[in-house]
């Protein structure tokens, strides 16, 4: 992990925290199962719809109410899949008629959040805590199920084939109580090495 710090920098988890539960949700049921840049740009598409801004964490976003005054086909001209829609939609409708508490979010512990979240359909542990790293803003989840971080560990420990929850929670340990932010620097290590923007800087003696 040092050295993906020393290469990667200073920590930006902070600047990717969204405000806007609600964004939050409907950024992480389109980033299921897809590439991060897929994700980007069916995102920005979504966000086309309503003339928000997909690279403002604080910008304009439509309510739940818009996206349910939304037709589902055109949701889905944005890239979703109609599971998604299906999941954005009903998130929407638990949002605004209240079985979706998302302004007491905050003063919940981890595993209440995430007991709440996966309650609603399309909404399962990896959505929840990626809901609690961006924007609740919790410091300390490990989201073991993240393919992106088994691959990360995988690279960064030299190990034989991707970890499995067990073995990914023994290695996070000594991470606590910051492990969201060593998940942070997993993620970077993996996106810059894929676009060339990893460099190895030579280590002090």
Not at 9 to 20: E, F, S, V, W
Not at 35 to 40: E, T
Not at 138 to 146: A, C, F, K, R, S
Not at 159 to 168: D, G
């Amino acid at each position: 992990m040092r050295s993906i710090i020393e290469e990667v920098g200073p920590c930006l988890l902070h600047t990717r925290r969204q405000p806007n539960r609600f964004r939050a949700l409907v950024e992480a049921i389109v980033a299921q199962q897809i590439a991060w840049q897929a994700a980007r740009a069916i995102f920005a598409r979504v966000c086309a719809i309503y003339g928000a801004n997909a690279t403002n964490p604080r910008g304009r976003f439509p309510t739940p109410q818009q996206v349910l005054a939304t037709s589902p086909r055109r949701l889905r001209s944005a890239g979703l899949s109609r599971s998604k829609v299906a999941y954005i939609r009903d998130i929407a409708a638990c949002a605004a008629d209240g079985r979706l508490p998302l302004s007491r979010l905050g003063r919940m512990s981890d595993e209440a959040v995430i007991e709440c979240l996966t309650a609603v359909k399309g909404i399962g542990r990896w959505t929840a805590e990626m809901f609690l790293m961006f924007s609740v803003g919790h410091p300390d989840v490990l989201p073991v199920g993240d393919l992106g971080i088994q691959n990360a560990m995988r690279a960064a420990y030299k190990l034989r084939r991707a970890p499995k929850p067990e073995k990914m929670t023994r290695i996070g340990e000594p991470w606590r109580p910051y492990r969201s932010v060593a998940c942070w620097y997993l993620w970077r290590s993996r996106r810059d090495a894929t676009t060339g923007r990893l460099k190895k800087t030579p280590r002090k003696k």
